[in-house]
C-alpha cells in the first residue's frame, strides 16, 4: 500500500515563499515520478511540476523561474519551493507518483495541502 503525506501548505502574504514536501511510503518502484498538480476552486486540476527518479524535470510555464521542484530518493520525498507567490497561486496542491509496476504504471495521490496567498 502507498501513501503519500503532504505538508508546508498555509496562508501567505503576495511575494512570499513557501516550501510544500510530500513524503511516500510502501513499495516504491525505481522507476518513478513524483509531482505536484494544483486545482483552484471552479478549475480543472493542473500539473505544476514535476521530477523523475533520475532528477528530470518539468516546470509549467507560470511557474517557471519562481517553483523549484526537488527530490530527495533516499527518502522518497519530493519538495516544492514556491518564491515570489501571486494570489493566482491560491489552490489546493496535490502530491502525485507515478509507479511502473510490472507492465503497469499506477498512480497515486495525496489528500491535498491548501495554499493561500493573499494580503
Known amino acids: 500500500q502507498v501513501q503519500l503525506v503532504e505538508s508546508g501548505g498555509g496562508l501567505v502574504q503576495p511575494g512570499g515563499s513557501l516550501t510544500l514536501s510530500c513524503a511516500a511510503s510502501g513499495s516504491i518502484a525505481s522507476i518513478n515520478t513524483m509531482g505536484w498538480y494544483r486545482q483552484a476552486p471552479g478549475k480543472e486540476r493542473e500539473l505544476v511540476a514535476r521530477?523523475?527518479?533520475?532528477?528530470?524535470?518539468y516546470t509549467g510555464d507560470s511557474e517557471k523561474g519562481r517553483f523549484t521542484i526537488s527530490r530527495d530518493n533516499g527518502k522518497n520525498t519530493v519538495y516544492l519551493q514556491m518564491d515570489s507567490l501571486k494570489p493566482e497561486d491560491t489552490a489546493v496542491y496535490y502530491c502525485?507518483?507515478?509507479?511502473?509496476?510490472?507492465?503497469?504504471?499506477?498512480?497515486?495521490w495525496g489528500q491535498g495541502t491548501q495554499v493561500t496567498v493573499s494580503s
Open positions: 502525485y507518483l507515478g509507479l511502473l509496476m510490472g507492465v503497469n504504471w499506477r498512480e497515486y
Open positions: 521530477i523523475t527518479a533520475g532528477g528530470n524535470t
